[in-house]
C-alpha cells in the first residue's frame, strides 16, 4: 500500500506507525522520511491492539517457554526497558 501511495495509485493509506516504521528498518520505504510523502497522527479514540506470540504445541517445551516469554516481557515493562525499546525502534523524524 505504502508503494501505491508513492506512485500515486491511491490518495492515502491508513496504517500503525509501529509497521511503517518496521516497513523502513527492514529496508522499504521510509514513509517517515520521504518528503514526497507527509503523514499525521488520526485523532481518534485510542486503540489498544494486542500482540501474541505464537508458541508450537508440538514443542515439548512450550509451557516452560510460554512462562518464561511472559516473565522477560513483565521484566521489560516494569523496568522501563520496553518503552526504551519502543521509542528506539519506532522513533518518528518527520525532518
Given at each position: 500500500m505504502v508503494m501505491m501511495l508513492k506512485y500515486g495509485r491511491c490518495d492515502l493509506v491508513l496504517h500503525d506507525l509501529e509497521i511503517l516504521a518496521g516497513y523502513a528498518r527492514i529496508g522499504g520505504l521510509s514513509v517517515l522520511q520521504?518528503?514526497?510523502l507527509s503523514y499525521?497522527?488520526?485523532d481518534l479514540p485510542t486503540i489498544k491492539t494486542q500482540l501474541?506470540?505464537?508458541v508450537s504445541r508440538s514443542?515439548?517445551?512450550r509451557t516452560e517457554l510460554v512462562a518464561l516469554l511472559n516473565q522477560g516481557i513483565a521484566h521489560?515493562?516494569?523496568s522501563g526497558t520496553a518503552k526504551k525499546l519502543y521509542e528506539h525502534h519506532v522513533r518518528i523524524q518527520n525532518d
Open positions: 520521504d518528503k514526497s499525521a497522527p488520526l501474541y506470540l505464537m514443542s515439548p517445551f521489560l515493562k516494569k
